[in-house]
């Protein structure tokens, strides 16, 4: 079963306006990881924050990561055709193993 | 230089029979991962190979199998299939064990083999 939850499910927005989705887990972690997934294919690895950091940039990505609530967020400004794809977070519990989230689906309407 | 290979592509399967996938790290990758994808969720972990050596397995039955050749490249192996094994099969490669994983050795994907059990 998936340790990770994300929302929201599913995302429309116009091209140009900021995106934000969040990630929710329920034990702790050693890093928090996000990944982009384009129509059913590979993920690809977008930004890592460690759980000492509390804020990653990366571009026009920033996440945050609050350890305290067990939650994480990516914001995608100034969003772009091209963004529209799955997102997905990604737990490193030190098992050896990444558990990934439920995913948003980022719909960018040009 | 070539990212993470995987092969075949697609594939169909009937019930009951086996299937095996395979997949080439990027070059100078050591580690190995397989994740299963089933559609509308995220990746879930199955197997990760170090050095040849298993270092972890998810929560899938003795139907699933894998292993490291000497070139890092890993095969997955299913047996006995079931419609419920239909999914997106990803394999990841990094330099470094998972736990070790850094923004400098992160894991990198392949596409992904799409098998499907009618």
């Known amino acids: 079963s998936q340790q990770g939850e994300e929302d929201p499910q599913a995302l429309s927005i116009q091209e140009g306006e900021n995106a934000t989705m969040n990630c929710s887990y329920k034990?702790?972690?050693?890093?928090l990881q996000w990944y982009r997934q384009n129509s059913g294919r590979g993920l690809v690895h977008l930004i890592l924050?460690?759980?000492?950091?509390r804020e990653k940039h990366s571009g026009r990505l920033r996440v945050t990561l609050d350890t305290s609530k067990k939650s994480s967020s990516l914001l995608i400004t100034a969003s772009r055709a091209a963004d529209t794809a799955s997102y997905f977070c990604?737990?490193?519990?030190?098992?050896?193993?990444?558990?990934f989230g439920t995913g948003t689906r980022l719909t960018i309407i040009p | 230089d070539a990212g993470v290979t995987q092969s075949p592509t697609h594939l169909i399967k009937t019930r009951g029979q086996h299937v095996t996938l395979r997949c080439s790290p990027i070059?100078?990758?050591?580690?190995v991962s397989w994740y299963q994808q089933v559609l509308g969720q995220g990746p879930q972990f199955i197997f990760q190979?170090?050095?040849?050596?298993?270092?972890g397995r998810g929560n899938f039955p003795d139907r699933f199998s894998a292993r490291q050749f000497p070139n890092y490249s890993s095969e997955l192996n299913v047996n006995a299939l079931l419609l419920g094994d239909s999914a997106l099969y990803l394999c990841?490669?990094?330099?470094?064990?998972?736990?070790?994983?850094?923004?400098?050795?992160?894991?990198?994907f392949g596409p992904g083999t799409r098998l499907l059990v009618l």
């Open positions: 034990t702790s972690i050693n890093n």
């Open positions: 070059s100078g990758h050591k580690s």
């Open positions: 190979y170090y050095e040849k050596e298993e270092r």
């Open positions: 924050i460690r759980s000492n950091e």
């Open positions: 990841a490669s990094s330099s470094v064990p998972a736990s070790w994983v850094t923004k400098e050795k992160t894991q990198y």
């Open positions: 990604a737990m490193d519990f030190g098992n050896e193993k990444l558990t």
